[in-house]
């Protein structure tokens, strides 16, 4: 009989160790699935944003700076040279400044949505701290009278 007490009592010990480690187990199994939630939602923004961000590194890089000033000489060789008229050459000229322009103004608008986007982000991160810091204040003037 006593032998039977002592192997229940042993196994009553063994089950309780096991239903301990199974809840820490548990425990820290949500803690990081919620650390993965966090980062994995994090990294989506910030690929989204890194993706965006390369994007328009790649469009500067396939455009070129030319001067104005630069292209009207080139041309007016070329139109002295008789290798094209003068109204070919300043057709030519219009045309390309008037492509640049909308090139210019496409990659401008692409880097203001990536600056909304990345503002948007940046405040979306810092507004459960400006909302703590803001009740914080709210609190120690009530104390200050």
Known sequence: MAAKKQ??????????????????????????RKATRKASTRNRSSN??????EQFRK??????????????????????RGRMTRGDAEKMISDLLNKGRRQTDSLLKEL???VQQARHEVGG??????????????RARKKLG
């Open 112 to 114: 203001e949505r990536l």
């Open 48 to 53: 989204g944003l890194d993706h965006s961000v």
């Open 7 to 32: 192997t229940s009592a042993k196994a009553t010990k063994k089950a309780k160790k096991s239903a301990t480690r199974k809840k820490a187990a548990a425990k820290k199994s949500k803690t990081a």
């Open 125 to 138: 991160r810092a507004q459960p701290v400006r909302k703590q810091a803001t009740q914080a204040a709210r």
């Open 59 to 80: 469009s500067l890089e396939r455009s070129v700076t030319l001067s104005r000033d630069r292209l009207q000489d080139v041309v007016d060789d070329a139109v002295k």
